[in-house]
């Protein structure tokens, strides 16, 4: 476990004594694909470290309709928000896929954090990239249409594969439409469209980018 928190950021620049510690305090836990881990509202303050599989946060509207905020991978954390200011969740977190998780206690975290100052800088880092893609979530609801606020998730998302860029979530129509504001079956038909014309080409929904996605579809 000491390995696996020495490679995320949070933990990289801590002694070696701190991390000992924190393997004997974080608790591990599986859970199966679409576990509630918890729902906006809740008054929880655990730090979550993702050993393996992934997780979405999203708000839920009353009528039940989803809007999902972020998508967390391996080596990623979440919750230092309620972590921080003890303030009830901002956000449901729910798993996609089963999931392997390393829970720390915020009166653990604290030990550690007190002894480590520079933890702090880390997670400011990570809080002003939240708040960047917040920004530009508002700026994309405001000023672009369906298709551009698919191509602008697209380009965020993919990672480089040799001469391609690779969408590695595994998302469905579904997420995509709630990601972006718009209904499944527009996301279909844009998606469709893209595959059409060579852009894009999907395989157990991996999307693979094969070329410059246009300005105007």
Do not use: C
Request: no cysteine; aromatic share 8%; net charge neutral.
């Amino acid at each position: 476990m000491i390995s696996m928190l020495k490679d995320i950021s949070l933990f990289s620049g801590i002694d070696d004594e701190s991390l000992k510690y924190l393997e004997e305090v974080a608790v591990k836990k599986s859970f199966s694909k679409n576990t509630i881990l918890f729902s906006k509202g809740d008054e929880t303050d655990s730090l979550y470290v993702i050993k393996s599989g992934m997780v979405k946060a999203l708000i839920i509207d009353e009528d039940g309709k989803e809007m999902i905020l972020s998508i967390h991978r391996p080596g990623e954390y979440f919750g230092e928000m309620s972590l921080i200011d003890k303030e009830p969740r901002s956000a449901t977190i729910i798993t996609k896929e089963p999931t392997q998780l390393l829970i720390i206690h915020r009166k653990d975290f604290l030990k550690v954090f007190d002894s480590n100052p520079d933890m702090v800088y880390d997670l400011f880092k990570v809080l002003l990239k939240r708040l960047r893609k917040a920004t530009d979530k508002v700026e994309n609801f405001a000023f672009k249409d369906v298709y551009g606020r698919i191509a602008n998730l697209l380009n965020q998302l993919g990672k480089p594969v040799e001469d391609e860029w690779v969408v590695e979530d595994k998302l469905t129509h579904s997420e995509i439409a709630n990601m972006v504001g718009s209904s499944r079956e527009m996301v279909s038909k844009i998606l469709k469209e893209l595959t059409a014309g060579g852009y894009i080409s999907t395989d157990k929904k991996q999307i693979t980018i094969h070329k410059k996605l246009p300005s105007i579809f």
